[in-house]
């Protein structure tokens, strides 16, 4: 009766520790990775803090690898930020407009690029772009980012001067961040968007500056159209490659990369539908300025109006804007920087998505490293 007695108790003891075992979570929730970090060559590497955000030309897809030919070829640490709805962190969402994890990062950077469009960040994130931009530090800005900020009318934000069409009490930020810190603000298509490209032309008195180190005629192209601005740019803006409107020769191709177009393209564009000149004069699509908000020191910008993670398939795009991360920070730009890509890059056409678009692609960022 004994072995009976102890064999029953044993039986217990060994379901009941089964059941407490059972009850245990099988993994420990893990916060999930909100933002990418590339190593530099050495803890004295530049930091350079890429911020991506916007609906249309997949920054999200452009950054990361522009981060990976900054610090495979050139020793760059790089850091690279995302828009996500807080609701699912470390997933990729550009139509949410109002949060990007990891701007504190900005405190150690050596370099912010900003690829960001109508961005309406709360005043805790808000904050360190200010506090950089204020420090004076370098900027670059691609595509987007001339109309990175807009806040609604009724928003409680302290930035609301940062938005593309500011005009309230604050003279200097007119027009916001775009024009003061870069040299514009969203203007215009000045070419047929999609039907239409852009080749780069080295302005006739920058053929010798650093920027265009590498650069010959022809080499730079894109498939996003030109943007226009306003003539001249302000203050000691200086235009460096301007964009020459190249008609498509092809037909329209929705589901193809470039919408049919491509760089063997060679008929200039004349005038618009509404009987504007398109290149006469061609509008810049890159230059360089100074900056310095109310309070602030001093800081240089450099702009480029292309830089679509398409474009960055063009070897010319990609060593423009590599040249310009160098010239930005003070570093002396190579005679023919190294912008190889890096691993498989196959980025997807410029397009607006439906919010249901980023639920169902689910793109992580931990899938970008």
């Not at 040299?183 to 215009?188: C, D, L, Q, R, V």
């Not at 200086?238 to 919408?259: S, T």
Request: proline fraction near 5%.
């Amino acid at each position: 009766m004994k072995i009976i007695y102890y064999f029953c108790v044993f039986c217990l003891l060994m379901a009941c520790g089964q059941k407490v075992e059972k009850s245990q979570p099988d993994t420990v929730n893990e916060v999930p990775q909100q933002w990418l970090t590339f190593d530099g060559k050495d803890k004295n590497a530049k930091h350079i803090v890429l911020v991506s955000g916007d609906e249309e030309y997949r920054s999200e897809e452009a950054l990361p690898q522009l981060a990976k030919i900054l610090s495979k070829h050139h020793g760059f640490k790089c850091t690279v930020l995302f828009a996500q709805n807080p609701e699912r962190p470390g997933i990729v969402d550009a139509n949410y407009v109002n949060n990007i994890p990891g701007l504190e990062a900005l405190q150690s950077a050596d370099l912010m690029v900003i690829f960001t469009r109508f961005r309406a960040l709360p005043d805790d994130q808000m904050r360190y772009i200010d506090d950089y931009l204020k420090s004076g530090k370098p900027v670059v800005g691609i595509r987007t980012a001339t109309h990175a900020f807009n806040f609604e009318g009724d928003s409680l934000t302290h930035f609301n001067h940062y938005s593309n069409n500011y005009s309230g009490d604050i003279k200097e930020w007119t027009d916001g961040f775009g024009r003061l810190v870069l040299g514009e603000k969203w203007i215009s298509h000045h070419g047929h968007h999609k039907h239409q490209s852009t080749k780069g032309i080295i302005a006739k008195d920058a053929e010798s500056h650093p920027l265009a180190n590498g650069i010959m005629a022809g080499d730079i192209w894109g498939a996003t159209d030109v943007y226009g601005v306003r003539l001249p740019l302000p203050g000691d803006s200086r235009p460096i490659i301007m964009g020459q409107v190249i008609n498509r020769k092809a037909e329209f191709e929705q589901g193809d990369l470039f919408y049919g177009m491509r760089q063997t393209d060679n008929e200039i564009a004349d005038k618009n539908e509404d009987g504007e000149a398109l290149n006469n004069p061609m509008m810049p699509i890159a230059w360089t300025k100074t900056y310095q908000l109310p309070y602030g020191e001093k800081g240089t910008a450099f702009t480029s109006t292309l830089g679509a993670s398409s474009d960055l398939m063009n070897e010319g795009v990609r060593r423009l804007l590599v040249n310009g991360i160098f010239w930005s920070m003070g570093l002396e730009v190579p005679l023919k920087t190294d912008v190889t890509l890096v691993g498989t890059y196959h980025p997807t056409a410029f397009e607006f998505r439906e919010d249901n678009y980023w639920i169902q692609k689910n793109m992580k960022i931990s899938d970008l490293d």
